[in-house]
C-alpha cells in the first residue's frame, strides 16, 4: 500500500516534468487570439473528462474572461439528442447548433483521444471533424498515443503514460493541472482569483 502511494505521486511528478512546454505555450496563444477575437471556447469530454469539463468552462469563464460552453452541463438536451439522435452524434449536432466557426476553438479532454477502428469515443471523433469543417481550432489534453485528437488538433498536450495501470487517473489529473495552469497564466488570467486577491494577516504577537 505505501509502495503504491510512493510510485504514483512519483509518477505524477515525472509527468508534470514530461510535459511538452512548448505545446502548451501554443494553447496560451490561440486561447489569447479566439478572446482577441471575440470567440468562443467550447470544452468536451465523457467520463470523468466531463467532470473536468465543466468546471474548466467555470475557470475559463471566471478567471480568462472566454466565452466557454461544455454540452454535458446541459443534461436535457443532452439526454434527447442521445435518445433521438445517437450517441456519435451528441458532440457535433450540438456544435452545429452553436454556430461553431473560425473564431472558435473547441477543448477536448480525453484519455485516449479517441479511434474509430476500436469505436472509441466516436462522439469526439466527429466532433472533431465537424470541427475542421467549421473552421475551429482544436486543442486536445490527452494521453496514449493521442489517438484520433492528436492528428488533428492544432495544439494537443500529451500526457505521458508510465503505468499502463494508472493511464486514466493521471490523464484525468494532467486535464486539471493543464487548464488550471492556462487560466492562471498572466497571458490568460484577467480577473484575480478569491483567495489570491486576499492579504495576508500578520500573525498576532503576545508579550
Same mark, same amino acid.
Given at each position: 500500500?505505501?509502495?503504491?502511494?510512493?510510485?504514483?505521486?512519483?509518477?505524477?511528478?515525472?509527468?508534470?516534468?514530461?510535459? *511538452?512546454?512548448?505545446? $502548451?505555450?501554443?494553447? &496560451?496563444?490561440?486561447?489569447?487570439?479566439?478572446?482577441?477575437?471575440? /470567440?468562443?471556447?467550447?470544452?468536451?469530454?465523457? /467520463? /470523468?473528462?466531463?467532470?473536468?469539463?465543466?468546471?474548466? &468552462? *467555470?475557470?475559463? #469563464?471566471? $478567471?480568462?474572461?472566454?466565452?466557454?460552453?461544455?454540452?454535458?452541463?446541459?443534461?436535457?438536451?443532452?439526454?434527447? #439528442?442521445?435518445?433521438?439522435?445517437?450517441?456519435?452524434?451528441?458532440?457535433?449536432?450540438?456544435?452545429?447548433?452553436?454556430?461553431?466557426?473560425?473564431?472558435?476553438?473547441?477543448?477536448?479532454?480525453? &484519455?485516449?483521444?479517441?479511434?474509430?477502428?476500436?469505436?472509441?469515443?466516436?462522439?469526439?471523433?466527429?466532433?472533431?471533424? @465537424?470541427?475542421?469543417?467549421?473552421?475551429?481550432?482544436?486543442?486536445?489534453?490527452?494521453?496514449?498515443?493521442?489517438? @484520433?485528437?492528436?492528428?488533428?488538433?492544432?495544439?494537443?498536450?500529451?500526457?505521458?503514460?508510465?503505468?499502463?495501470?494508472?493511464?486514466?487517473?493521471?490523464?484525468?489529473?494532467?486535464?486539471?493541472?493543464?487548464?488550471?495552469?492556462?487560466?492562471?497564466?498572466?497571458?490568460?488570467?484577467?480577473?484575480?482569483?478569491?483567495?489570491?486577491?486576499?492579504?495576508?494577516?500578520?500573525?498576532?504577537?503576545?508579550?
Amino acid at each position: 500500500m505505501t509502495a503504491y502511494i510512493k510510485n504514483y505521486l512519483e509518477q505524477t511528478s515525472k509527468i508534470a516534468s514530461m510535459l *511538452n512546454q512548448a505545446e $502548451i505555450r501554443n494553447a &496560451v496563444n490561440i486561447l489569447k487570439n479566439i478572446r482577441k477575437n471575440k /470567440g468562443r471556447l467550447f470544452i468536451l469530454g465523457v /467520463g /470523468g473528462s466531463a467532470g473536468n469539463a465543466s468546471h474548466a &468552462v *467555470n475557470d475559463f #469563464r471566471k $478567471i480568462a474572461g472566454i466565452e466557454s460552453y461544455t454540452p454535458t452541463d446541459n443534461v436535457s438536451e443532452l439526454t434527447a #439528442r442521445v435518445n433521438d439522435d445517437g450517441w456519435d452524434s451528441v458532440f457535433k449536432n450540438w456544435l452545429r447548433i452553436s454556430s461553431l466557426n473560425s473564431n472558435d476553438v473547441v477543448l477536448v479532454f480525453s &484519455v485516449g483521444g479517441g479511434n474509430l477502428e476500436k469505436n472509441i469515443s466516436v462522439n469526439l471523433i466527429m466532433a472533431e471533424k @465537424y470541427a475542421k469543417e467549421a473552421g475551429a481550432k482544436i486543442i486536445g489534453i490527452v494521453s496514449r498515443d493521442g489517438g @484520433y485528437t492528436k492528428e488533428v488538433a492544432d495544439c494537443c498536450i500529451l500526457i505521458p503514460t508510465l503505468s499502463p495501470e494508472t493511464v486514466t487517473p493521471h490523464a484525468e489529473e494532467f486535464q486539471a493541472i493543464v487548464w488550471h495552469l492556462l487560466v492562471s497564466h498572466p497571458d490568460i488570467q484577467v480577473n484575480e482569483m478569491k483567495w489570491e486577491s486576499q492579504v495576508a494577516t500578520p500573525a498576532k504577537t503576545h508579550g
